[in-house]
């Protein structure tokens, strides 16, 4: 299996990569592990990887043009090409958890690409255009995603037949078959502080590659960013972890835009995820 991460700090790497059983299943040629410094992908003298963002806000975004520009020197598959085979990851607090059960499902795959988070977020047309998935490892902070893929690179790698000296070992840990461990990514929360998933965050260039940051960001107008913010955190919320809303408390107005939603989704997403 291959690994391939992306990351500001591929340095971090170095002590994850060399203990224990990931060292082991590397030497052996189980896995191969490439990690790549997003700043060889900018084009300026200070090699800058983030902007503000759009709209306003606290905070700097990573900017959609190196991540795409590393992705495809290391020749990952166009989103609507990829197989079932090969998977983009983005580690964001807004993804679904990692668990047991995402790090089996992540063994079919014969290439695995994480893309590491940081700052206040990752420009929302990376997890579009470009991921597969964004996952998270857990409801807390961390400084960026370098930790939570050293964990699912871990996690993934050790239930690889011949990654354990005894395989029985597996079947017998505690999330044998679904639950979970660990976190994230960036440096905000997985939840903002009303209960939500963050909204989409967006930065420099306006377009790119045809992909357009949403119109209402660059209105001016702080009551319809407001408004449009809530809505995506709570689409983003009923997609990724409905189970949230469970402790949320929503006005009459964030009712109307759950009910607006759910009418709105595909019948089949809305079945499964709403």
């Known amino acids: 299996m291959k690994f391939e991460i992306i990351s500001i700090f591929p ?10 059983i990931v060292r082991r299943a590397r030497e052996t040629g189980l896995i191969d592990v490439t990690v ?11 090699r800058t990887v983030d902007d503000r963002p759009f709209g306003g806000g606290e905070g700097m975004v990573l900017k959609v043009e190196p991540i795409f520009e590393c992705a495809e020197v290391l020749g990952v598959t166009p989103k609507d090409k990829r197989s079932a085979k090969e998977t983009v990851v ?12 995402v790090a089996e499902e992540l063994t079919h795959c014969e290439r695995i ?6 700052y206040e977020g990752v420009d929302e047309r990376v997890a579009e255009e470009l991921a597969d998935r964004e996952v998270s490892v857990g409801n807390f902070v961390l400084s ?26 597996n079947k ?15 440096p905000s929360s997985t939840c903002s502080s ?6 989409p965050h967006y930065t420099r260039p306006v377009e ?23 809505r995506k955190a709570l689409e983003k919320t009923l997609r990724n972890r409905p189970d949230l809303l469970e402790g949320t408390e929503l006005s009459a107005e964030d009712q109307r835009l759950i009910a607006e939603i759910q009418k709105e989704a595909p019948e089949d997403q809305g079945e499964r995820e709403l």
């Open 11 to 20: 340095d971090f790497f170095r002590g994850p990569l060399d203990y224990g």
């Open 36 to 46: 790549r410094d997003l700043r060889e992908f900018t084009h300026d003298k200070h």
């Open 90 to 101: 983005l580690l964001s607090p807004q993804g679904r958890m990692f668990d047991q059960g």
């Open 113 to 118: 690409i994480m893309i590491c988070g940081r």
């Open 144 to 169: 960026g995603g370098e930790l939570g893929a050293a964990i699912i690179l871990d996690a993934v790698t050790r239930l690889l037949p011949g990654a354990l000296g005894n395989e029985a070992s």
């Open 172 to 186: 017998q840990e505690s999330f044998s078959s679904a639950s979970a461990v660990v976190n994230g990514d960036v």
């Open 194 to 199: 009303n209960g939500l998933l963050d909204y």
């Open 208 to 230: 790119f590659r045809g992909m357009a940051v949403p119109e209402v960001l660059s209105s001016g107008n702080h009551d319809q960013i407001r408004k449009w913010r809530r």
